[in-house]
């Protein structure tokens, strides 16, 4: 079988970030099929499955490994310790949240017109929309690596939803909305809402809009498996006051 015992990992550091090279190339420290990577001799290395009878003389923790290098599969070899970066991968979605745990997803920058601090009309159009940035509305992208195994992870958000407090369905609203422009008077393109009665019944006289972003989130490992975290889901609310349309008479 070519056996060799060794009693030693045969140098190299499995753990933290590592970069790993053949013949001076780059090459992943992780392979799905062959296992991890060994600088020292610059052969990947799996654990043997089925497991050989134990190496005469071998330490009571040792375990048989299939080494493949340029030359391609090598007979099982005998190792007292495990070669170096030889430890089970980490779970690519463990790192995904890892990363996903060091960004903010903040809460929606919600806006709207008539302006909080006033009031709208009964039967008049409302404007609805957000501001964006990275943080409230990304894509926002980080990364972890353990072990030599790299993911990647994008959040963006995939929806909107305005509630607007009086009843009515909540309004869809995934491109965000439409900033009001200055002096326009007709309704928003996308994202607008017209109260069909008052506030003054509400508490502090006003409707509470109620703005939701879901975030989703996609992963990529650099072993070439992917996935999704989420829905996330962010907040945002406001008061308006909807006051009735007076008509004067004479």
């Known amino acids: 079988m070519g056996q060799q015992r060794r009693g030693d990992n045969g140098g190299g550091d499995g ?17 799905p099929v062959f296992g991890w990577f060994n600088q020292t001799d610059e052969c990947y290395y799996k654990l043997t499955e089925p497991q050989l ?3 005469s003389g ?6 048989w490994y299939t080494p493949t290098c340029l030359a391609g599969v090598q007979p ?11 430890e089970p991968p980490p779970d690519p979605e463990t790192l995904a949240r890892r990363a996903l745990a060091e960004i903010t997803l903040r809460a929606p920058d919600l806006q709207i017109r008539p302006d909080p601090d006033g009031a709208g009309l009964v039967g008049l159009p409302v404007w609805l929309w957000v501001e964006k ?11 972890e690596v353990d072990r030599g195994l790299r993911v990647d992870i994008t959040a963006s958000v995939t929806n909107l939803t305005f509630d607007l407090g009086d009843g009515s369905p909540p309004v ?17 393109p996308d ?24 975030w ?4 990529t490992s650099s072993s070439g498996v992917t996935g999704t975290i989420g829905p996330e889901t962010r907040e945002a609310t406001v008061g308006v006051r909807i006051n009735e349309l007076q008509v004067v008479t004479e």
């Open 133 to 143: 940035a990275p943080e409230t509305w990304g894509p926002i992208s980080n990364d």
């Open 15 to 31: 753990g933290g970030e590592r970069t790993c090279t053949r013949s001076g190339e780059p090459i992943a420290c992780y392979d």
């Open 76 to 86: 099982p070899v005998w190792f007292d310790d495990p070669p170096a970066g030889s």
């Open 53 to 55: 009878p134990p190496e």
């Open 191 to 214: 994202c607008g809402h017209v109260f069909t009665r008052s506030s003054r019944q509400q508490p502090d006289q006003k409707f509470t809009i109620t703005a939701t972003t879901t």
């Open 172 to 188: 869809s609203c995934p491109s965000g909305g439409t900033p009001y422009p200055a002096g326009a008077t007709g309704p928003s």
């Open 58 to 63: 071998g330490g009571p923790d040792g375990a």
């Open 216 to 219: 989703t989130v996609q992963w």
